[in-house]
T-cell receptor, first 115, second 111 residues
Framework: GAGVSQSPSNKVTEKGKDVELRCDPI?????LYWYRQSLGQGLEFLIY????????KSGLPSDRFSAERTGGSVSTLTIQRTQQEDSAVYLC?????????????FGPGTRLTVT | AQSVTQLGSHVSVSEGALVLLRCNYS??????LFWYVQYPNQGLQLLLK??????LVKGINGFEAEFKKSETSFHLTKPSAHMSDAAEYFC?????????FGKGTKLSVIP
């Protein structure tokens, strides 16, 4: 079946612009996660959605970052007023439910470059 | 708080040699432990996971890992390296839903 998909695969933007990154999880997966992968920080948790519950936003690095999940499926991560330190690969993952025992299935990522 | 330490950011082995990638964890509760592999320009793929059913866990592509509570370790091994094993490997711990990753170990396989 189809895996997690993300778009765009690459995004180059100028400092100060807003960007939107999209994630389509595996159909039927109720949990969705965003992570950021950068050279200096490794893989960092950003935000977690589970069904209709309030998301866990504890990993968002600043208030310039926000995310939403519409209809319990597609998710969009928005970065406002991008800075050079936002350059990274943004990975989305989904799992059948939120238990830590469950494998998270990762998408290919969006590589964001802020110039 | 939970954390993962991967010893060695880069490991090189000869083709056919033993692969050993080290992972130590810190967790206040019995952990769920994972090894993921990332090939260039791709997302993460699960190799194996420990969920307390058995201490020796077998995964895909001939990899296995042993959970040792006394050593708080979950090292990844493969008896014989193949060129296709060249990738970056991440150990991760989860106590609820959030994965906490180690810094990763890049494996090079020398022909």
């Amino acid at each position: 079946g189809a895996g997690v998909s993300q778009s765009p695969s690459n995004k180059v933007t100028e400092k100060g612009k807003d960007v939107e990154l999209r994630c389509d999880p595996i159909s039927g997966h109720t949990a969705l996660y965003w992570y950021r992968q950068s050279l200096g920080q490794g893989l960092e948790f950003l935000i977690y959605f589970q069904g209709n519950s309030a998301p866990d936003k504890s990993g968002l690095p600043s208030d310039r970052f926000s995310a939403e999940r519409t209809g319990g499926s597609v998710s969009t991560l928005t970065i406002q007023r991008t800075q050079q330190e936002d350059s990274a690969v943004y990975l989305c993952a989904s799992s059948p439910q939120s238990s830590g025992i469950n494998e998270q299935y990762f998408g290919p990522g969006t590589r964001l470059t802020v110039t | 708080a939970q954390s993962v330490t991967q010893l060695g950011s880069h490991v090189s082995v000869s083709e056919g040699a033993l692969v050993l990638l080290r992972c130590n964890y810190s967790s206040s509760v019995p952990p769920y432990l994972f090894w993921y592999v990332q090939y260039p320009n791709q997302g993460l793929q699960l190799l194996l996971k420990y969920t307390s059913a058995a201490t020796l866990v077998k995964g895909i592509n001939g990899f296995e890992a042993e959970f040792k509570k006394s050593e708080t370790s979950f090292h990844l091994t493969k008896p014989s390296a193949h060129m296709s094993d060249a990738a970056e490997y991440f150990c991760a711990v989860s106590d609820d839903y959030q994965l906490t990753f180690g810094k990763g170990t890049k494996l090079s396989v020398i022909p």
